[in-house]
């Protein structure tokens, strides 16, 4: 359901909406495709479901396009993933052959004339190959944590990436050695969707109900796709661990999304460890779960996501939108969303993350005050107003010839 | 002056930002542009050197926004 831009007004104030609209009216009609991999599923998908359509609204002539892929592609891009993140994986010929025979079917198809070639993360980053053919700037969005690739990973798509007119990371770490202008660009959480709007008691608990769960005992949740960077198994184990002082019940809710092959093994390897405990419910919801997820969220005392690497952790804004303490690894994009024991709270290991939980389970009011203050970070810096203004500007940059400063 | 305290209200922060951070590298005089067009156009030294003396490093852009219209308002109340 799309959401108008003044809508955004009592969230944010005017002075945001009339700035993004005066931003728009500089690249009024300019043609901007986005590609990426996944129409559904994950944090990229999820933001160019919201800002498109703004985009638009401000005049853009917007589009996204979604890349097609063969199963051998979506298996190499996914070890490419978890290549760049760290996990040694070799690439072979094979694999740039695989990864070029895509990119040239899908070049077959998508309308790259426009004047902005949008392309998030590594899957459509070879799409550049076609530059030549068009008068279009290019701009990849990097949404992963690329800080320490394994060897070979970036190498892969490193002569693709330096065909790009501008490179966006989002946070400092993750920024390349790159000719290229590079823009450092947070994704954000839209607060007006059905995953962060506001909920009633009795919506929420309806909605619980229907997914078995009762909120007799506390609830620890982390909400992420079945994927071991995301360690499951791992949240299960410190909450084990804090279960032994203070009682309290576990959600671990996800998904999949389309391009991503593992999940189902990494689900089926968290059903097992859990066993029959009735106290843990893992929820396999579809993509769409947002108005379950938002439920799920605001039920909760206590939101972890322990994740061993992230690009950016938008779970973490969304719980900390809704004023929740969120316990998280202090990996990629985490840390500028929480400042330790102030907006909420950075671990390392199980234990601490086990530690973290019982203390919160405790002391609710300093729960409490982590999770007020984190709400009012999100609000000063991811939403998806500032998200836009930043790729307005970005476009901008492109579009007038990456000078330094653009008069307006 | 109620209209540059109203407007104040909406304009966004870069706005703010760039007329209080920025006009103090552009002007050269650590004067920024708000003080400088109520004195000079309004006349009003005393709210100018008021505006003047807002250490901008030391409010929020927030906070800034609201100690300037807070002064502008005590200004009209008198």
């Known amino acids: 359901m799309a959401v108008g831009l003044n809508q955004y007004i009592p969230v944010v104030g005017d002075g945001v909406v009339n700035e993004l609209r005066l931003l728009g009216e500089r690249l009024a009609g300019k043609r901007i495709v986005n590609v990426n991999s996944t129409r ?34 979506f298996v190499l891009t996914k070890n490419l993933h978890n290549a ?44 550049v190959r076609s530059r030549d053919s068009h008068s279009a700037k290019w701009i990849w969005r990097c949404h992963i944590d690329v800080s320490a690739p394994a060897p070979g990973a ?25 000719d290229m202008p590079q823009a450092l660009i947070s994704p954000s959480i839209d607060p007006l969707s059905d ?31 079945f994927d071991r960077l995301k360690d499951p198994v791992g949240v299960l184990h410190a909450w084990q661990s804090a279960r032994k002082r203070v009682d ?10 389309s391009d991503d092959p593992e999940g189902a093994q990494v689900l089926k390897e968290v059903r097992e460890q859990a066993g029959d405990d009735r106290d843990v419910h893992i929820l396999d919801l579809p993509p769409t779960a947002n108005l379950e997820i938002n439920a799920i969220q605001r039920a909760s005392q206590v939101v972890v996501q322990k994740s061993i690497k992230e690009g950016f952790g938008l779970t973490v804004s969304e719980a900390l939108w809704k004023k929740k303490p969120v316990i998280a690894s202090a990996v990629g994009g985490i840390p500028l969303q929480i400042t330790h024991k102030y907006s909420g709270v950075l671990t390392h290991t199980i234990d601490g993350t086990a530690f973290w939980i019982k203390q919160l389970l405790s002391t609710p009011d300093f729960a409490r005050r982590l999770g007020e203050n984190g709400h009012h970070h999100v609000f000063n810096n991811f939403l998806l107003t500032r998200h836009v203004r930043d790729y307005l500007l970005a476009f901008l940059f492109v579009a007038d010839g990456k000078e330094d400063i653009v008069r307006l | 002056m109620k ?40 006349g009003e030294s005393e709210l100018a050197a008021k505006l003047r003396s807002l250490d901008p490093y030391t409010h929020t852009e927030e906070g800034l926004r609201g100690a300037m219209i807070a002064a502008i308002n005590r200004r009209l109340g008198e």
Not at chain 1, 44 to 51: D, G, Q, S, Y
Not at chain 1, 155 to 178: G, K, N
Not at chain 2, 19 to 37: I, K, M, P, Q, T
């Open chain 1, 84 to 127: 760049l993140h760290g996990r040694p994986v070799s690439f072979g010929a094979r694999d740039a052959g695989t990864y070029d025979e895509v990119c040239t079917e899908n070049l077959k198809s998508l309308d790259l004339d426009v004047d902005l070639a949008f392309i998030h993360d590594p899957q459509p980053a070879g799409l």
């Open chain 1, 154 to 178: 970036w190498e892969f798509i490193a002569p693709m990436v330096e065909r790009y007119d501008l490179s966006v990371f989002s946070a400092p770490q993750f920024a390349r050695s790159l």
């Open chain 2, 3 to 42: 209209e540059f305290g109203d407007a104040l209200k909406h304009v966004s922060l870069s706005s703010i930002s760039y007329h209080v951070f920025d006009a103090r590298l552009r002007l050269e005089s650590g004067d920024n542009d708000f003080s400088r067009w109520i004195e000079n156009a309004l």
């Open chain 1, 248 to 257: 309290s019940q576990l959600i671990l809710a996800g998904g999949s999304a």
């Open chain 1, 195 to 225: 995953k962060n709007r506001e909920l009633g008691e009795t919506e929420i608990q309806s909605i619980l109900a229907r997914l078995g769960i009762h909120s007799e005992k506390p609830i620890v949740t982390q909400v992420s796709r």
């Open chain 1, 40 to 73: 559904v599923g994950g944090g990229v998908a999820e933001i160019l479901t919201r800002m498109v359509p703004l985009l638009r609204e401000l005049g853009l002539d917007a589009r996204w396009e979604v890349m097609r892929g063969t199963e051998d592609f």
